[in-house]
């Protein structure tokens, strides 16, 4: 596996992002990806902690001794320390379920997290695979584009890389924490002079545009049981002492959505490319393929993504699958695996939200051979084959995954609203 493929180096960089010890030469004419890896990573610390100097700087407020710490970890490159520290201020972070909540944290916060993201990939991901996966994204983007990952690999790879290369970096977001005042007011420390970045106002507006509607939904479904549902699966909106209450991941994700969409809307001039970790499906009509991601309000829009652009995106991720099964490096590496199989997933979401059915299935199944046991294409092309009436299809391939990946019922059963005029057949029955 990848971190034992990485315990089998021995030079001083590879050793220092595992925390160990400096041994023996190091060969200064050819660097390793190890050393490659590990001189990013402290480069990107440094370029953290410069930040958090200066938004301690600008807000008046002192940076705990703890937070000075993990960067002094980071600049050495001493995993265990980073990981250490790093729990035990997600306990405090109120980020997480269980978590208390530390306000002097707050302005530091998400330099922190995203430091830890970086360095948490380099320790994970095979170091040359960790340098392909990252490019072929920075690759795709044009000069100037806006960067939003969605994915932990895909948002955090990208960063490390993009900040520690020699060309103009680009501005990155993430998908998930446009939601989060935190995140935001980073947002506008980082990248506040290079476009407009979305305001506490624009937050509570989406907030309020989403609460509205949702509410709007729930009276539909009380008032009008026999018509189909409006609430969309696993959303939670209730109506408490008179006030309408939102809560969950289907929440969230919706108001992200609308803030991105802000984003775009305050930027006309930017161009947007998209890793995404959750479908923002009203992005889809005017977003076309970019590689292994996808480019959002693309010039010509829908017309834009044509029958020989969608043959083109199938030729992209069939060749690519190719060479990553060919690699020995990556098929003992699941994390890359995984990786690149979500990826094919959103490009096959993508190329069947604009009518290209053959194309998408195709691009499922290339996602399921690069890893067997990922439920995201099952369940995605699951919908696609009821929905092209191959409901028997669709139920054998509930099916024949479960029966392969037991210990994937639960994962399935959270997606299984995908499909969800696809019943399961008797014998998959997740229950």
């Known amino acids: 596996m990848a971190n034992q493929i990485r315990q089998n180096h021995n030079d001083s960089a590879s050793n220092a992002v595992k925390g160990q010890p ?45 937070v000075e710490k993990f960067f002094d970890a980071v600049e050495a490159g001493n995993w265990n320390e980073i990981d250490n520290l790093w729990k035990d201020m997600a306990k405090r972070s109120g980020q997480y379920d269980g978590s208390t909540h530390s306000p002097e944290l707050d302005p530091f916060w998400c330099a922190v997290l995203e430091t830890y993201g970086a360095a948490e990939q380099a320790h994970d991901w095979p170091a040359q695979k960790l340098l392909d996966y990252g490019e072929s994204i920075l690759s795709s983007l044009r000069p100037g584009m806006v960067y939003v990952g969605g994915t932990d690999e895909g948002r955090f790879i990208p960063t490390l890389l993009n900040e520690t290369s020699e060309t103009e970096p680009h501005i990155v977001l993430t998908q998930n924490a446009l939601a ?19 305001t506490d ?115 992209y991720w069939r060749s690519t699958a190719e060479q990553l099964i060919a690699d020995p490096e990556v098929s003992d590496s699941t994390v890359a695996l995984k990786s690149y199989s979500h990826n094919a997933t959103a490009a096959a979401n993508l190329l069947a ?46 099916a024949d995954f479960i029966a392969k990946n037991p210990e994937q019922r639960s994962a399935l059963e959270s997606l299984r609203w995908k499909a969800t005029s696809a019943p399961l057949a008797p014998e998959a029955s997740l229950h």
């Open 22 to 66: 400096m041994m023996g030469p190091v060969n200064r004419s050819t660097p390793s990806p190890e050393q490659i890896v590990a001189t990013k990573l402290s480069q990107f610390g440094r370029k953290r902690r410069d930040l958090i100097h200066a938004i301690a700087r600008r807000t008046q407020k002192e940076i705990p001794p703890e």
């Open 180 to 198: 989060d005042g935190r995140y935001l007011e980073y947002v506008r420390s980082t990248y506040g002079d290079r476009f407009t970045a979305p």
């Open 201 to 315: 106002e624009d937050s509570q507006h989406a907030f309020a545009e989403y609460t509205a509607d949702a509410q709007k939904r729930l009276e539909h479904d009380q008032n009008f049981p026999n018509e189909p549902k409006q609430l969309r699966p696993n959303e939670k909106v209730e109506m408490v002492d008179g006030k309408v209450q939102v809560s969950g991941q289907v929440a969230v994700m919706a108001i992200n959505e609308k803030i991105l969409q802000t984003i775009q809307q305050k930027n006309p001039d930017h161009s947007f490319a998209l890793q995404e970790s959750w479908p923002f499906k009203g992005t889809y009509s005017d977003a076309v393929p970019l590689g292994p991601i996808m480019e959002l309000r693309a010039e010509g829009g829908a017309k834009a993504f044509t029958a020989e652009r969608a043959a083109q995106d199938l030729d």
């Open 353 to 398: 939200a604009h009518n290209f059915p053959d194309q998408a299935e195709q691009t499922f199944r290339i996602s399921s051979q690069l890893w067997p046991g990922n439920p995201e294409p099952v369940a995605a092309l699951s919908e696609l084959l009821n929905k092209n009436g191959r409901v028997e299809e669709a139920q054998k391939l509930f």
